[in-house]
């Protein structure tokens, strides 16, 4: 590829991350404001709250594992195992992966020690099969 070509891709990318992070910026508070309020008169505001934490964790967590991969796979795993990068899978889910197969850091097997002490088996529930680097 040549470096017009990977300057225009990487000035294209800039932007679209810009909008994506100006846009959820500007929407969150109108997005959680009318999210309460539909919540009030439907399945209840903790309801609403639990889900929209959860859901928020779950993205948070799919966006680590995209782009801190690199460091991830660095700190996280032995060599072999399930890589960290995937888009669509969370770091939990590659934790996990890598738990059941043995190939978990001494670093990695803190994080699901301490992630299982807040969540009981939280890694190897998080365990996405059909997701992940191949």
């Known amino acids: 590829m040549g470096s017009t070509l990977i300057m225009g891709k990487l000035l294209n990318n800039i932007l679209l991350a810009t909008i ?21 008169s439907k399945q209840g505001v903790l309801i609403y709250l639990s889900d929209l934490l959860f ?22 795993k032995v060599r072999g195992g399930s890589k960290f990068g995937s888009v669509d899978e969370t770091i939990s ?10 190939k978990l850091s001494k670093l990695g097997s803190i994080i699901v020690w301490i992630l299982d002490k807040i969540d009981s088996g939280h890694s190897g529930n998080a365990i996405e099969d059909d997701e992940g680097i191949k």
Do not use: C, M, W
Not at 93 to 102: F, H
């Open 20 to 40: 994506a992070i100006v846009l959820y910026v500007v929407l969150l508070p109108i997005a959680f404001g009318f999210g309460l309020i539909r919540s009030y």
């Open 55 to 76: 859901n928020f964790a779950h993205g948070v967590d799919q966006l680590g594992n995209a782009t801190h991969a690199e460091l991830l796979n660095g700190i996280f």
């Open 93 to 102: 889910s590659v934790l996990g992966k890598n738990e059941r197969d043995g």
